[in-house]
């Protein structure tokens, strides 16, 4: 099994950063790659940015492209998500998620369903 949990949300104003954290444990030897994904009330989860937990590959969402930065630590298990120039829109709980398969990823990256973890979230609020 492998554990997620993030950090690093909040409330900000628009325009404003925040970096998003993610640590993972357990059996990290699994992982294949890691993603960030976005649920905003009433709306479906989405995709928001992914990288391969080794050759630092990285994917992101048209919505979040030129304003968001996926890395990540190996020796700290840690992934982040960079996030400068909020919007509102950008407001929404915010999911770590892991994924081992390298065939899944590179078909079905975006796909929350692919994913075989999840953290338990965290709150991203940016005010107008």
Known sequence: QVQLVESGGGLV???????LSCAASGRTFNIYAMGWFRQAPGKEREFVAGITWSGGSTYYADSVKG????????????????????????T???YCAALRSWLTYTSSYSRWDAYDYWGQ??????SS
Not at 73 to 80: I, M
Not at 81 to 89: F, G, H, V
């Open 13 to 19: 104003q628009a325009g404003g950063s925040l970096r």
């Open 67 to 90: 304003r968001f930065t996926i890395s990540r630590d190996n020796a700290k298990n840690t992934v982040y998500l960079q996030m400068n120039s909020l919007k509102p829109e950008d």
């Open 92 to 94: 929404a709980v915010y």
């Open 121 to 126: 979230g965290t709150q991203v609020t940016v």
